[in-house]
């Protein structure tokens, strides 16, 4: 049901954030989370199928697929600043994001004559940088257009939406594999499909805000600069990288379980379907956990159960109930900081300067990502596969901790920022969703 409603902040309803009515969330953040759900069924069918894709049928080495993984994880990290700085910039987040669900799109369709390590490298490569021109932009417009109070809610609804397609998409590649077994091509068609689908809908049927400039103007590429060096972002930005440092890509964890417990090659993109079917359940809930006890606390907290999804993989088990457990885990990871990460740094800038300072802290996290799935496929081939997860979750212990440290005051600055803030949405009246 669809109905017009006007956001008020809670301290302008004489309310305290958590209390009173729960507010709706805005039908431009349902329609982002269906733009996410139909670009998650084409990416994740291709993100399932890729690992064995890539090292049984191109026979690509595990040094080779760890840095393919490793630009996977971290190339976007080349224009994610410069995403959220443009949709700043020109006050156009909609079609900077449009033009980088597009680039994805024309990604998938490039997988049909892509078969050595570079044109492979080429085609991810681009994938990955439209994913980096339209994720600070889109999570800008969610931001824009939620109340601060319940922000978190806000970006686990989008997620849990987006999920849903990541659920999706490995079904899709299992489905299609298991009637035609080795159909690698038919996947990513199929794959183009959806991702085009996406693209649709966000140009269609998105809302594009009109977003006044402040009275200092633009922003400026000096003014950015200093948003992106003021005190309050050090701490977050250092913890997020730390974290991001040690978190190895999903890929790697399940070519793990595969070795470990002998699953046939049909079954491997089920895995993902279990870390996302935690994910979707989590996202939400997780979501206003971190509006009511603390954002930091609760992205501190995903990373714990990311050490014992670590713990679980590497540890002296076998069977299908710790590999269960290793999935779920993970997907309680995701549901704790995807969402959470972005609701966090976004309270933290001004609103002409959100998406940049987003983007920042993505770029952070996908450069470390980039180094972590390089040393990590450098530290299975010198180790082996159960010593390289056992050192790196030991290593993830210690960064936690750190982390925690560095975070302890970071809730306290959210809430005194969003006591002061007035967000974009209380000036018109926006759509929501009950």
């Not at 007035?422 to 926006?430: K, L, Q, R, S």
């Amino acid at each position: 049901m669809y109905i017009s409603v006007r956001d008020r902040p809670a301290s302008e309803a004489g309310a305290t954030p958590g209390t009173g009515p729960p507010r709706r969330i805005a039908l431009t953040v349902v329609l982002l989370g269906v733009v996410s759900l139909l670009t998650d069924v084409s990416a994740e069918m291709v993100n399932a199928v890729l690992p064995l894709y890539l090292t049984a049928e191109l026979g690509l080495s595990l040094l080779a697929y760890g840095f393919v993984d490793g630009l996977y994880q971290g190339v976007s990290a080349l224009v994610r600043i410069l995403g959220g700085y443009l949709g700043d910039r020109t006050a156009q987040p909609k079609w900077v994001a449009t033009i980088g669900y597009g680039v994805s799109a024309v990604s998938r369709i490039a997988m049909l004559p892509a078969h050595g390590l570079a044109a492979i490298t080429g085609v991810v490569t681009a994938d990955r940088l439209g994913k980096g021109l339209r994720t600070a932009p889109r999570d800008a417009l969610i931001a824009s257009v939620s109340d601060p109070a319940t922000l978190g809610r806000s970006f686990g609804v989008h997620r849990a939406l987006d999920t849903v397609g990541a659920a999706a998409g490995p079904l899709a590649a299992f489905a299609l594999l298991l009637v035609v077994p080795g159909s690698y091509r038919s996947v990513f068609v199929v794959s183009f499909a959806f991702a085009l689908a996406g693209v649709a809908v966000i140009a269609l049927f998105v809302p594009n805000p009109r977003i006044e400039p402040e009275p200092a103007g633009r922003l400026s590429p000096r003014r950015l600069l200093a948003e992106l060096a003021a005190p309050r972002l050090r701490r977050p930005l250092v913890a997020a990288a730390l974290l991001g440092l040690l978190t190895v890509g999903d890929g790697f964890l399940y070519l793990s379980l595969r070795e470990r417990d002998n699953l046939a090659a049909q079954l491997f993109p089920l895995l993902y379907v279990g870390t996302n079917a935690a994910y979707l359940a989590l996202a939400v809930p997780l979501g206003r956990l971190a509006d009511r006890i603390g954002r930091a606390r609760v992205l501190v907290g995903g990373h714990v159960a990311l050490l014992a999804s670590y713990f679980t993989a590497g540890g002296p088990f076998a069977g299908a109930v710790w590999t269960v457990a290793s999935l779920l885990l993970l997907g309680t990871f995701y549901a704790a900081t995807d969402g959470v990460l972005p609701a966090l740094v976004s309270r933290l800038a001004p609103g002409q300067a959100r998406g940049s300072v987003i983007a920042a802290a993505q770029t952070a996290v996908a450069l470390a990502r980039f180094a972590s799935s390089v040393l990590f496929g450098t530290l299975w081939v010198t180790l082996g596969r159960q010593h390289a997860v056992l050192l790196l979750a030991a290593l993830l212990a210690a960064a936690v901790a750190l982390a925690a440290w560095l975070l302890r005051h970071v809730d306290a600055a959210v809430r005194a920022a969003g006591a002061r803030a007035v967000p974009e949405a209380a000036a018109t009246p926006t759509e929501g969703v009950v």
